[in-house]
Every structure is written in C-alpha cells, then in structure tokens.
C-alpha cells in the first residue's frame, strides 16, 4: 500500500524561492540539533538560555530574534522515564537527537513536537515508560492518538538492514529525510554500513526508493529485502564541502531535501537524487552544504542561505555560541516552508534535574512565554523508588485541544499539588526555585508551565533525588 501523508506536491517546496545557488527566499522555520552545548542568542544570560546537545531547537532566520527549544535533557527523563531500569531517574539513556524529519503536511509551524520524527543516539532499553526497545537505528515519533500516548517508529532499524541486504547488525542512523515527490528514504550512519555487499562510508548516503516500502497507516509495515542503494559517496560530498569552504567530510550527521529544488545525477553511482542540505560532523564546519552550484566557480558545494541570511555561523540559528566549549556544529536538520504562527514552543527545564542529597533547590527555568505575561507552574510528586517506573501522564485531547505548538499530554495531577505563577520577562524567559526538604527518599517532582495568554503547555520535567 502507498504512503499518503508523506506524498505531498514539491512545488510547495518551490514556492516563493529562488532556485539559484539554493538562496532560499519565502516562509521557512528551520528545527535543529547541535552537538555541543550552545546559548541563544537572546539578552537573557541565565541558565533557561543554554541548551544541551539533547535538545531540539527551532529558528526563523530574519523572523525570530533567537532559537527556542522544543526539549532539552529533562524532557527525556520525563517523557522516557528509566529507560535503562537501574532506578536512576535523572540520568536517561536517550542521549542526544542525531536525525530530524517533519513531514510537508504538517502545517503548522512550528510543529507540534508530536509532530516531528527523529532519531536516538543511543538504544533505550526495555525500562521506563516504553516497555520495549528502541534502537539508535529506529525512525520514531512521540505519538498521542486522544486515549494513550506512545511512540511510533517509522521505519525500524531492523527494517533497514533487511532493505541494505546488510551484514551489519547495528545501523545507528545519523541523518535521515524523505523525498516528498517519490517517498524515497534517505539515510546516513555514524559508521559505515554493508549495503548489498558494498562499504558506504559514514560520510555518504543511502536510498531506500519509495515503491520498495510498504505502509500501514504512516507506518513502514515491510521493506523489498536489498532494495537499497548508496546513491552518493562520501568521496563525492568531500569535494563539494571543500567548495563550499569547509574542511572536507568526516560523517554527515544532518540530511534535508533542499527547499529550492532541483535534481542531481552522481557521477560515481549514476544514481539522480534531489538537491539536499548538509551538514557535517567536525567543529570547524558550523554550517551546512548544498549539493547546488557555487556561483564562484559553477561547481557543486555552496552555503544556503534563507531569507539572506547563510547558514553558517551561530547567529544564522538564533544562537550566541558555544557554552564555556566550541559552538560546534549542527547535528540534525529538518526543513518547513512555513512562517511561524505566532505561538512558540515552551520548554521547561533545570540544570541540574538531579541533586544526589536533599534539602535542595532546583532552579526550573521556562523559555519561549508570551513577554511580559503570566505562566502558571504545575507540580505533583511522584513515587519513584524502584527502578524501571516512568512519571504518569494523560493525552491532552479528552480536556480540550492544546494550541500548536504546545506539548500533546500533562503530566501533574488535575488537580495538581502545586501551582505557581511566574511573571516571563520581555523575552519570554521566566524561572522559579523548588526547594525540597530533607527527607522524603523515592520521590520525585514533575512538573510542567501553561501559558496564560495563549493556553500553550510547555515539555515536561522529572525532578528527583535520593
């Protein structure tokens, strides 16, 4: 059976673009991941503007004064629970976002987070809240379908080696996107693959074409076994970064169709593929690489741009640099060719999410609130002493739909334990210190923050201690 929801007409990719040297010229929000800890490029210096390399960040260039997260690390030990079962709540196993997807008929920008599929940097064992494996090599997406919330995988690891005809046993995807006019998958790997028999390096890319995929719903049910097939080396995407200025490739960590479209035809493989974005895995390079031409010199290998703006460098991604290492580089990559609603994703979060003794206090910091408005804080407690358990939460949908981009289930009890209301700054950026007593062993807090003014709920955080 066809996929549907993926196929969507690329000439809404191609509107209000310019198609040369892929200068992207339209509505646009870029969602990325960074491999170091970085700080946004915002006037407000406290801890709600640095994020992790765990989080998922979203940026308008020439639209957004800075990047605001989806998530950051303590989202995931809400959301995920123990992961690993050793009774541990503040130190998940999710690791870091290393692939970003979010489909064209997804609207509204930007997405709801339940909205976008990624993938893990590491496998989530059989503790916490899923209850079952999840591989570095699985394409999933948080999901919530009004009754229960889960996650769905896309296409699973295991399905991807059957497609490759593969002797690897682990292929930790580390780029991935979708073809909107074919449905074709796109991969890359952090190390190299067997694919039919044949080495790809960890700098090139693989294709699974969409005719061998077989769906059920949006899920990939069957995949034609070796139907896979190295479309570009890394040979190839190593002359073209050195084109477009950058050291050469090491491991493309990032994929996205490029918005301004266009094909190519490899001349090692002579396989065509759609024009894409790039990003690679070395610190010096803080930017991507389209497969498009450099007007220099008529060669393929050049920096995008969107809106004027070139991706390169912090400020492109609403960000000021580094915090306290390297700003790094891009890790992940996904595209909308959409203007932002108004609304912005609200993230909530404390550094650290763990104190090993109490009393303690932990400073939760919320980004992305309607400037100078209210935010209301909601705390429960929850029992968290043996190990494998996960906070419980409900879908939001029975209560009301929750404004996009809002988080699509809540956590703390209705009604809650606790309940604060913090004043965000002109910026958006608010903070509020729980302090815990000494005592109370095998607890834990989550919480999460409602926007007043426009009703959207923030990503979920799980406090805890000895």
């Known amino acids: 059976m066809r996929n549907t ?10 509107a209000g673009t310019s198609l040369a040297q892929s200068d992207y010229n339209g509505p646009s929000s870029l969602l990325f991941v960074m491999d170091n800890t970085v700080e946004l490029n915002s006037t407000y210096v406290g801890d709600g503007a640095v994020v992790s390399d765990d989080a998922v960040l979203y940026y308008s260039p020439g639209g957004m004064p800075f990047a605001l997260p989806y998530c950051d690390y303590g989202t995931w030990c809400a959301f995920f629970g123990d992961d690993d079962n050793d009774a541990q709540y503040g130190d998940s196993t999710a690791g870091s976002i290393d692939a ?81 006019a074919t449905n074709d998958f796109y991969f890359s790997f952090t190390a190299g693959v067997n694919v039919n028999g044949t080495t790809l390096q960890d700098g090139g890319i693989m294709r699974i074409p969409g005719s061998a995929l077989t769906f059920t719903g949006n899920v990939v049910t069957a995949v034609t076994a070796g139907s896979a097939e190295i479309v570009i080396t890394e040979a190839e995407l190593d002359v073209m970064f050195i084109n477009a200025g950058y050291t050469g490739v090491n491991d493309i960590c990032a994929i996205e169709i490029d918005p301004t479209g266009g094909t190519f035809t490899s001349t090692v493989t002579n396989l065509t593929m759609p ?152 910026e958006g950026f608010g903070t509020q210190p729980i302090s815990i007593p000494a005592g109370f062993p095998g607890l834990g807090a989550k919480m999460q923050c409602a926007d007043l003014t426009t009703l959207t709920l923030s990503a979920p955080i799980l406090l805890s201690w000895n």
């Open 5 to 14: 929801f993926l196929t969507i007409s690329s000439a809404a990719l191609l």
């Open 100 to 180: 970003l997807w979010v489909p064209l008929s997804v609207t509204n920008a930007p997405a709801s987070f339940f909205d976008v599929y990624f993938s893990m940097s590491s496998d989530i064992d059989v503790g916490g809240f899923l209850g079952t494996a999840v591989t570095d090599g699985d394409i999933i997406k948080l999901s919530n379908n009004g009754t229960t919330t889960s996650v769905e995988t896309l296409i699973s690891q295991a399905q991807i080696i059957t497609a490759a005809n593969s002797t690897s046993s682990n292929v930790d995807v580390d780029g991935f996107t979708v073809d909107p």
């Open 275 to 426: 024009h894409f974005w790039l990003a690679n895995d070395d610190d010096l390079d803080e930017g991507f690489c389209s497969t498009k031409d450099n007007p220099t010199n008529n060669t393929a290998g050049v920096i995008p741009s969107v809106n004027g703006v070139p991706l390169f460098g912090p400020n492109s991604l609403g960000l000021k640099g580094g915090f306290q290492f390297a700003f790094g580089h891009p890790w992940a990559l996904a595209f909308q060719p959409q203007n932002t609603s108004g609304l912005t994703p609200m993230h909530l979060d404390s550094f650290p999410v763990y104190a090993p003794t109490t009393p303690a206090t932990f400073n939760v910091d919320v980004t992305g609130a309607t400037p100078n408005a209210f935010v209301a804080y909601f705390l429960d407690l929850e029992v968290l002493g043996a190990p494998g358990l996960f906070p419980s939460r409900f879908p939001i949908s029975p209560i009301g739909p929750i404004p996009a981009p809002g988080w699509n289930e809540f956590y703390p009890n209705i009604p809650s334990l606790g309940l604060l209301l913090v004043q965000a700054d002109p």
